[in-house]
């Protein structure tokens, strides 16, 4: 009798009590016909605590690290920088932050934080939505990450929805159309889990991936524009903020080259029943083990979770040591600066300053700890450790025979 329930359970789903629109938004509709991953969807609301190096309490990390302080000296992150909540939390989290009071943000912002994107784009046109300021956009942005984010409402497929990743894509000859299922589901998660930067007068969201997607081709690309994000308020530096790189990491790693996606991952395969889906409640693997990891790893949580630690501590020892090299990178151009040195003297500190400090910011604001890519996290600390000791080096030495 229960396979029988389990047969006709399977054949029933899913079952479409509502034909959802085009412009639907709305993840209680879409759950009206997918209940199972609606149900996942809703659990992004619960704050599941913290791991060592993530989680979803809402910490201040300025708090607990003041130098971060300096190091983004005169950008709204010196004001206000919390570990991020779930994917129901995206345009609330935005919306709370005092980044957007500090500095007029561009509606540009909005792109990744609220499902009414798409549909402001279409309304406004792609320029135009950039360039509005966002606390003028901010009142009709009411919806966080969305069913309509990831999926076509008429087949469920995977569909990418955000302009910025598919102008990307297609700069790098990339053909979505073309796109394999299995690589829908990272590309889905690319769309907002990327460096981007705001170009030209009208703001444009733009992914920086001209020269490829590792830390030295987005440099490259951003040195070619000339582009700076803000100007450290203690070194005069030309600075960038890189923002959660997790796509561009990730691509590096062995998970990748494997073809394990994102939602492999952080959605794994689920049964409610004799219904097979991908769990909604996206989180990450290291509270969901079971499903997440061992589903490819026949190995004990035990040591799977061992095994994530020792990439995380290690990585973490070396964002440490970039830190304090950072940190005395800017205090010996400081005091360059007040001993006499002008910019002419400075520019091979300050070009190093602003070197380092990138690859610093890519792994530091990449949510993985280094694990998405741990190879690549290390060689990249490792540069950002040699070039804020050579910035420090070339400040000292500024002006002395």
Not at 123 to 144: C, H, I, Q
């Amino acid at each position: 009798m229960n396979i029988g329930e389990r047969k006709r359970e399977a054949l029933r789903y899913p079952i479409k009590v509502v034909d959802v629109s085009r412009t639907e938004i709305d993840p209680a509709v879409w759950g009206k016909n997918f209940p199972f991953e609606y149900d996942g969807f809703v659990k992004t609301k619960i704050d599941y605590g913290e791991t060592t190096y993530g989680g979803s309490k809402p910490y201040d990390k300025l708090d607990r690290k003041p130098f971060l302080r300096r190091l983004w000296a005169g950008n709204a992150f010196a004001v206000d920088y919390k570990e991020e909540r779930g994917h129901y939390y995206s345009q609330i989290d935005q919306a709370e932050t005092k980044r957007v009071e500090v500095v007029s943000q561009p509606g540009a912002c909005i792109n990744c934080h609220a499902a009414e994107a798409p549909g402001l784009i279409e309304e406004l046109g792609w320029v135009a939505f950039n360039k509005t300021p966002y606390n003028d956009l901010e009142s009709r942005a009411m919806t966080g990450s969305s069913c309509a984010d990831c999926h076509d409402p008429e087949t469920m497929a995977l569909r990418i929805t955000r302009p910025a990743f598919r102008h990307a894509m297609e700069e790098a000859g990339v053909d979505l159309a073309k796109a394999t299922r299995q690589e829908m589901r990272a590309y889905v998660c690319g769309q907002c889990h990327s460096e981007y930067y705001f170009k030209g007068d009208d703001k444009i969201l733009t992914f920086p991936w001209s020269r490829g997607r590792t830390i030295d081709g987005i440099e490259e690309h951003y040195d070619d524009y000339g582009f700076a994000d803000w100007t450290h308020r203690e070194t005069g530096a030309p600075m960038i903020k890189i923002q959660h790189p997790e796509f561009e990491l990730w691509g590096t790693g062995v998970h990748a080259q494997s073809g394990v996606a994102c939602a492999d991952c952080h959605m794994p395969y689920m049964r409610e029943g004799s219904v097979k889906i991908s769990d909604h409640w996206v989180r990450s693997p290291l509270v969901n083990v079971e499903r997440a990891c061992q589903t490819c790893h026949r190995l004990a949580k035990e040591e799977l979770v061992a095994r994530v630690a020792a990439i995380q501590d290690r990585t973490a020892g070396l964002l440490g040591r970039a830190e304090t090299a950072l940190i005395s990178s800017i205090d010996a151009i400081v005091a360059s600066r007040a001993a006499g040195a002008g910019e002419k003297e400075l520019a091979d500190a300050l070009r190093l300053h602003r070197s380092a400090q990138m690859r610093w910011d890519f792994v530091a604001s990449e949510n993985s700890m280094g694990f998405h890519s741990p190879q690549e996290a290390a060689r990249v600390l490792a540069e950002a450790i040699d070039l804020a000791r050579q910035a420090e080096l070339a400040a000292r030495t500024t002006g002395r025979p």
